[in-house]
């Protein structure tokens, strides 16, 4: 009778008082995956061991995230957010499940292959069990800590089809490993099973995709080598539009290039989650061309002497050369004449080598440019002009000063100085936006200067009432201090006032 009433007491208490305080990676883990939204890499794998210590049936965390299945087979169908976060999070067995797998989660996050070993030779189901809230596999954890070693090993353990095993976002170990920037463990992966190339997450992308966000080029590399143009390809249509804005925004213009000229219609395309063109990301990219490059001296002096051999880039094997991928380094390469062992030995030096190597960077920027252009010089004058008109890519391009865009669409497209684009032409934005180089570039190229000059913008406003206005924050920023900044605004002003009074009484 005493026991019932104890029992009876500890029942009253655990209903009128709140549970314990989750862990606060765990809720907001489980808050995210709930919400569909996107998560951050860390935190997917932070998971904490210290939550699986002690008695498991008083400790509340987080089991399987899925509303509708969890790692255990059992389904729960909550009837609101906040009852699946309490039903989810008071699931009891789940954890019980995951306390068994506590070794082997902390072995793969240390890379220590020895004790994972001898776990999984005592339970050799557990290769490829799932052993953390985010439902990943020891190969995952172990991939996402960049333990190549112990990938490696792991891997001749796994069969092609455990390879495959998605977590709670739908991403394999491949993901984590192109996150982590550990490209032997990705060679590892996809020597075994090529296929893990292919495999998407649950936002449709690809590892390919994934590496050009976390990863360094010898992954982005290594992955485009081997990732296949099969259906659904990866690039071509949409994904393949999506696919060439990431490596522009990413800087992999040799690698863009590449796409390009292997997938005309790509250079044209508009994505359509984001509305991108590629010619829109560059133009939003003047860091990337010769222009908007602030060098010292002496990096100006190497910048003038250094040589970047021009080349045909080798095609890197889309039909996937899984074993033998093209070595990592630029796409485009040397040509076959030998290099002198005095230039060899300049090139390691690390400020020339860092030159160079932007160097290289701005001239493939600008080969793309020039691509992109072709193609757009053989479409319909219509789609064309919408390709410019919407977004206004020329405006934009010189508000952030991309001499280099502007300069090769409009010697393609010499109409484009006269196109008013959001109520403004691009020798207006030049002047709005103080870019002094874009402002005498198209006062020289356009014959009918006079008539530039006399525009007039939203109705009323000529060129010197734009000039007199601020200048942005970043063109204004340029010069520290307001005396500076009020004398370099003076001078601008003046400039722009002696070339409309030439024009108008000339």
């Not at 699946?84 to 789940?94: A, K, N, S, Y």
């Not at 390809?233 to 040799?254: E, K």
């Not at 525009?455 to 010069?479: G, I």
């Not at 002003?493 to 009484?505: P, Y």
Request: hydrophobic share 40%; with cysteine.
């Amino acid at each position: 009778m005493k026991a019932e009433s104890r029992n009876y007491s500890q029942y009253l208490a655990q209903k009128n008082n709140p549970p314990p305080k989750l862990h606060d990676n765990t809720y907001s883990m489980a808050s995210t995956c709930l919400q569909g939204n996107h998560v951050n890499p860390a935190a997917s794998f932070s998971f904490d061991p210290s939550l699986l210590e002690g008695e498991v049936a008083d400790t509340p965390t987080s089991p399987g995230l899925n509303s509708r299945t969890n790692p255990n087979g059992s389904t729960c169908n909550p009837s609101s957010d906040a009852d699946q976060i309490m039903d989810l999070l008071t699931h009891r067995q789940v954890l019980k499940e995951l306390s068994h797998f506590r070794l082997l989660y902390k072995a793969a996050l240390r890379g220590d292959w020895g004790a994972a070993n001898l776990f999984l030779q005592r339970n050799p189901d557990a290769v490829a069990a799932k052993i953390n809230v985010s439902w990943m596999t020891a190969l995952s954890v172990a991939a996402s800590a960049g333990h190549a070693q112990f990938v490696q090993k792991l891997v001749e353990k796994m069969s092609v089809k455990q390879l495959e095993s998605k977590d709670r976002l739908g991403r394999t170990a491949l993901f984590y490993a192109a996150m982590a920037d550990c490209t032997q463990s990705a060679k590892a992966m996809v020597t075994k099973n090529p296929n893990l190339t292919q495999i998407r997450n649950d936002e449709n992308a690809t590892p390919l995709l994934c590496a050009l966000t976390y990863g360094s080029k010898k992954m982005v590399r290594y992955l485009y080598s081997v990732t296949r143009d099969e259906d659904p390809s990866p690039f071509r249509g949409g994904n393949g539009v999506r696919l060439l804005v990431f490596m522009i925004a990413s800087g992999f213009y040799d690698t863009a290039l590449d796409l390009v000229q292997r997938y005309p219609q790509l250079a044209t395309a508009r994505d359509d989650k984001s509305g991108y063109t590629a010619l829109l990301a560059l133009s939003q990219r003047p860091s990337a061309f010769p222009s908007k490059s602030r060098y010292g001296f002496l990096e100006r002096l190497i910048y003038s002497l250094i040589s970047v051999e021009k080349s045909g880039s080798p095609r890197p094997t889309i039909n996937g050369d899984v074993e033998n991928p093209p070595e990592s380094g630029n796409l485009t390469q040397v040509p076959d004449r030998p290099c002198s062992l005095l230039n060899a030995q300049i090139n390691k030096v690390p400020m020339v080598k860092q030159v160079r190597d932007m160097k290289l960077t701005q001239i493939q920027s600008v080969k793309l440019v020039n691509r992109i252009c072709e193609q757009l010089s053989s479409m319909e004058t219509d789609e064309m002009l919408e390709c410019f008109l919407n977004p206004a890519v020329l405006n934009i391009a010189a508000e952030h000063g991309n001499t280099e865009v502007v300069i090769q669409c409009c010697e393609y497209f010499p109409d484009l100085l006269w196109l008013t684009m959001k109520g403004r032409s691009i020798f207006h934005v030049a002047v709005e936006h103080r870019q002094e180089k874009i402002f005498s570039l198209v006062y020289g190229m356009s014959a009918r200067r006079r008539l530039l000059t006399s525009l007039r913008v939203d109705d009323s406003n000529t060129m010197l009432h734009m000039v007199a206005k601020l200048a942005p924050s970043p063109q204004l920023n340029v010069a520290s201090g307001a005396a500076l900044q009020m004398q370099r605004e003076l001078q601008w002003f003046k400039a722009i006032l002696l070339t409309h009074l030439s024009m108008v009484f000339n």
